[in-house]
């Protein structure tokens, strides 16, 4: 099922973004994607790039890219392989290069926000699903940014002050 836009998250967000001179944030938990975009992710592999400016960018797996076009608010939805033959590696390791490969191409990689922690309850509830934070997740973000700071308390207190 599809919500109307709730015009006033979209605001409280970017005006977060403003304070804290952010470019963008990248999330994955799943609380925090349906928060910015009205999806819910089934497996915990997807991402969202929320920019300062303009439309979001969600990645999901592509079983459920669909689901994501039909539900999500934004209209830029990307899709990467669950499964590939030529590339055995899991798909988060894809979707956290997708998403590196976005924010260059958005130029939107000079301060970015990433959830550096387990701030969210939701994400250590999935069971069998790969929902810890690794090292490679870090590192992916560091290389490709000038600088990455933890959002999850930041997106903890925009859901704080509007509701």
């Avoid at 944030?25 to 975009?37: E, F, G, H, M, Q």
């Avoid at 690794?134 to 997106?155: K, N």
């Amino acid at each position: 099922m599809s919500y109307p836009v709730d015009e006033k998250k979209w605001p409280r967000v970017r005006e977060m973004l403003e304070r804290h001179d952010l470019d963008a944030l990248v999330v994955r938990a799943p609380d925090n994607i349906l928060y910015l975009t009205n999806y819910w992710t089934m497996k915990g592999y997807d991402l969202v790039i929320f920019p300062r400016d303009g439309d979001p960018t969600l990645l999901v797996i592509e079983p459920q890219f669909r689901e994501a076009e039909r539900t999500a608010w934004n209209k830029d939805v990307r899709f990467f392989r669950f499964y590939d033959a030529k590339d055995p590696r899991p798909p988060m390791v894809r979707a956290v290069e997708m998403a590196v490969d976005v924010l260059g191409e958005r130029k939107l990689d000079a301060r970015v926000g990433i959830e550096l922690s387990q701030f969210s309850q939701i994400c250590d509830r999935m069971v069998g699903e790969p929902t810890v934070y690794w090292q490679g997740y870090y590192d992916a973000f560091r290389s490709r940014c000038r600088e990455v700071i933890d959002a999850a308390p930041l997106l903890a207190d925009v859901d704080a002050i509007g509701e």
